[in-house]
């Protein structure tokens, strides 16, 4: 931590489990459009790429063609959008650590911002739903800039936000996406080992270190 002037933190896999959520949203949509639903195994692997990959993966899983899946997206994004702004945070749980690890980090005197691939209009209500909204000066989702994690982008204008030096700003992620765009960015980068990263092992993802609980970051 020394040097660190202000951190980034991940939000789904990292913060808070929200696999049941993505669950009983992205089945439901699938139930309204007739198609075959997806296991939490399955979600796993899709998640931490945004919506619209998320919808796309089940949909072509279920064995909808390229074409098909495309021609389809828009309405399973709407049912989608619906589905999961009904549910928000009601599936879903602070992993043990989290808030420990946040008021550690705010007692260091540190800005935080929560960056995640999701869409900003279900970001902040769980965050909300979740009491962790507090600790944030900053919340930016998948739909906030031009591009998405693993691209750099947005964790520079993360810290542009901030007032820090990436150098100075740390990651804090769960995936190879969080470890993918802090090095592009030349922020340092701590993993958890829990969470979701496609199924793949997390130490194969760029990390500077690994941790088991937000709360080693005291």
Not at 16 to 34: E, S
Request: hydrophobic share 40%; glycine share 12%; charged share 20%.
């Amino acid at each position: 931590m020394q040097g660190i002037r202000a951190a980034i933190v991940d939000l789904d896999g990292t913060m808070v489990d929200t696999l049941g959520d993505f669950d009983a949203a992205l089945n439901a949509m699938l139930k309204d459009l007739g198609r075959p639903t997806v296991s939490r195994a399955d979600i796993e692997h899709m998640v931490g790429k945004g919506s619209a990959h998320l919808i796309r993966s089940a949909l072509l899983h279920g064995g909808l063609s390229s074409d098909g899946a495309a021609a389809l997206q828009p309405e399973a994004w709407t049912r989608y959008q619906a589905h999961y702004l009904a549910i928000n945070g009601q599936h879903s749980a602070v992993y043990p650590g989290v808030v420990e690890g946040l008021s550690a980090l705010r007692a260091r005197g540190l800005p935080l911002a929560c960056l995640t691939n999701k869409p900003l209009s279900f970001a902040r209500p769980l965050l909300q739903a979740k009491g962790l909204d507090g600790f944030f000066a900053h919340v930016f989702g998948g739909d906030s800039f031009e591009r998405t994690k693993p691209d750099p982008l947005p964790l520079l204008k993360t810290c542009d936000a901030l007032g820090t030096a990436p150098a100075q700003t740390l990651m804090v992620g769960d995936s190879q996406n969080d470890g993918l765009a802090a090095r592009a960015a030349g922020c340092p980068v701590v993993l958890v080992t829990y969470g979701y990263n496609h199924g793949d092992p997390i130490a194969e993802a760029p990390h500077d270190r690994l941790i088991g609980s937000l709360s080693e970051l005291a």
